[in-house]
């Protein structure tokens, strides 16, 4: 009696024993099939509202909202500064067409020329008030006295040519000397410092005429927004670094924006600032939301993969394959993320220029168009959820490593045309004169932009270059176009195809996706299945289901 007694304990403790096992996994399946379910999913099974989605949704309307606003305002600054340097070009560059053939906008070639155009800035300068049709003046310092235009011209310390001979005796070392004169009376230098202007043209290397204006961009009024006062840094720089008989002659202009220190406007300008004050507020509100919920679900999804690597460890002493891992630690939540940051960061800085206590448009701009952009990007992830919407998708992780294996190999040889075609043809081809021109020009020439014209532009007057220039180019083209864009083009497209066929015809299943399918086998891969990629296609039931065969035995490039 005793004997039964213990063996029906027993029994007893090995049912309970299994019994919480078998509930334990099945929670754990369950929980695993809901963390993985789509939105509306979630929905219909346990009456979750899809607030991630809702937040999303939301936010990408406010950030595109945000950006348009942020956008024109932008604009008008931009248009200020560009056409302010546009009419300080005509206002003191004597002979200025209004379009610059190079890098500089006049050329002067005698000598008489350079003074003409020097004392012509003088001229100019000493009358800007009768002669601006904008609201710009002198600046002033601090006690309300104007600041000076300084000049300042840059020789060898001594020299002495005589080309007929073939002679000459240079000393390299740099003098500098400068001359500072009030704006009103800046026009009477000619005569009372003659010495200063009589150059050693050939000792001269250049002359900087440096001054300071101030303005107001008026234009934002329209806008409703409070206008900015604007400091003007002009540099005119008559360069003659060459010695080539050409002097070349730069107006530089660095605009600088602040808040005006004294105002007032009538009007709805001010309450509209502070709409715009508070709308930007709301978006990084949002935005913390959108970031504290990705967060949750990163920790979530970390839980799930810790309680589903010791299932598989304690059940078949196995591990969580990397694939399985990957589904888990979901990148789009990460860009979210960084998103929700730059998002934040660019909305201060824009309520802090709103406030005209900044006045950084670019690195705003920079912010806000960047987290503009991933907002953007990250909606494919709910098309996703659609086959018929997840085939790009897929296609587009199927063929990433094979494609950034291929670019670091046609990198290599274009990489290797940039060199040979700056130091070659860029002293004959605008187009090959910097590294970044060559890379940008190789790179239209592949997409099939201004062959003719790269052709064409080439200075003939050396023969050897020439020829060599037409090598060069065919070379490329062919290359490129025939060989390196069509092996490009069929990685994406095997890509595409084996997408295409592992939808029709099933997808592998992993240990993740046999575990939810309540298989309770977990094989050994077989030799084919290790050729296995990351991808996996959006069903009914599930974000993730199978992956596609990798299929490296017919990459293009090994």
């Known amino acids: 009696m005793e004997l039964l007694v213990r063996y029906l304990d027993r029994s007893n403790s090995v049912s309970s024993t299994t019994t919480a096992e078998i509930i334990k996994e099945e929670n754990l399946r369950d929980d695993l099939k809901f963390y993985f379910m789509s939105p509306c999913e979630k929905y219909r099974a346990r009456r979750h509202f899809p607030w991630k989605m809702g937040v999303q949704i939301l936010k990408i309307i406010m950030i595109t909202t945000q950006l348009v606003l942020f956008g024109l305002n932008n604009q008008l600054v931009v248009a200020y500064k560009e056409e302010n340097a546009m009419t300080l070009k005509n206002l003191f560059l004597k002979g200025y067409s209004g379009v610059d053939p190079d890098d500089y906008s006049v050329a002067v070639y005698s000598q008489q020329g350079v003074y003409d155009s020097l004392f012509y800035i003088f001229d100019q300068y000493s009358q800007l008030g009768q002669l601006s049709v904008g609201p710009i003046s002198y600046a002033e310092d601090a006690d309300g006295k104007l600041l000076p235009i300084t000049v300042c011209k840059e020789s060898y310390r001594r020299g002495n040519i005589n080309p007929s001979d073939e002679e000459f005796d240079i000393d390299a070392q740099l003098e500098e000397v400068c001359l500072h004169h009030d704006p009103r009376t800046v026009n009477q230098w000619k005569t009372q410092n003659s010495s200063f202007f009589e150059f050693d043209f050939y000792r001269l290397i250049d002359i900087k005429i440096t001054f300071q204006l101030k303005g107001i961009n008026l234009q934002t009024v329209r806008s409703r927004e409070l206008p900015d006062c604007y400091s ?88 969580v394959c990397e694939d399985d891992q990957s589904e888990f630690l979901n990148g789009w939540y990460l860009m979210v993320i960084i998103s929700d940051v730059l998002t934040i960061i660019g909305s201060i800085l824009k309520m802090e220029i709103q406030a005209k206590s900044l006045t950084s448009y670019d690195v705003c701009s920079i912010f806000l168009g960047t987290s503009t952009l991933l907002v953007w990007v990250g909606v494919i992830r709910y098309l996703g959820y659609f086959q018929k919407y997840n085939v790009l998708i897929l296609t587009m992780k199927a063929a990433f490593p094979k494609v950034l294996r291929f670019c670091c190999c046609a990198g290599m040889i274009y990489l290797g045309y940039t060199f040979c075609g700056w130091i070659v043809l860029g002293p004959y081809h605008e187009k090959f004169e910097g590294l970044s021109l060559v890379a940008e020009c190789l790179f239209s020439l592949v997409n099939g932009d201004d062959m003719f014209t790269t052709f064409s532009q080439l200075k003939d007057t050396n023969t050897l270059v020439w020829v060599f220039s037409r090598a060069y180019l065919y070379s490329f083209i062919s290359l490129f176009i025939y060989m390196v864009l069509s092996l490009f083009i069929a990685i994406i497209t095997d890509a595409y195809e084996t997408i295409k066929k592992y939808q029709k015809d099933g997808f592998p299943l992993t240990d993740l996706q046999k575990f939810l399918s309540e298989q309770k086998e977990f094989t050994v891969p077989e030799e084919n299945d290790h050729q296995l990629t990351d991808i996996r296609p959006q069903c009914s039931v599930l974000c993730c289901c199978e992956r596609v065969p990798e299929n490296d035995s017919v990459i293009l490039m090994s």
């Open 232 to 319: 003007f840094y002009v540099t005119i720089t008559f360069d003659n670094q060459c010695h080539s008989g050409m002097v070349k002659v730069f107006l530089d202009l660095d605009a600088r924006s602040y808040a005006c220190r004294d105002w007032k406007i009538s009007g709805i300008a001010q309450k509209n600032t502070h709409y715009l004050l508070v709308f930007d507020a709301f978006v990084i509100l949002v935005c913390i939301t959108s970031a504290v919920l990705c967060t949750r679900s990163i920790v979530l999804a970390v839980r799930l993969l810790q309680r589903f690597s010791r299932y598989l460890d304690e059940n078949y002493n196995r591990k």
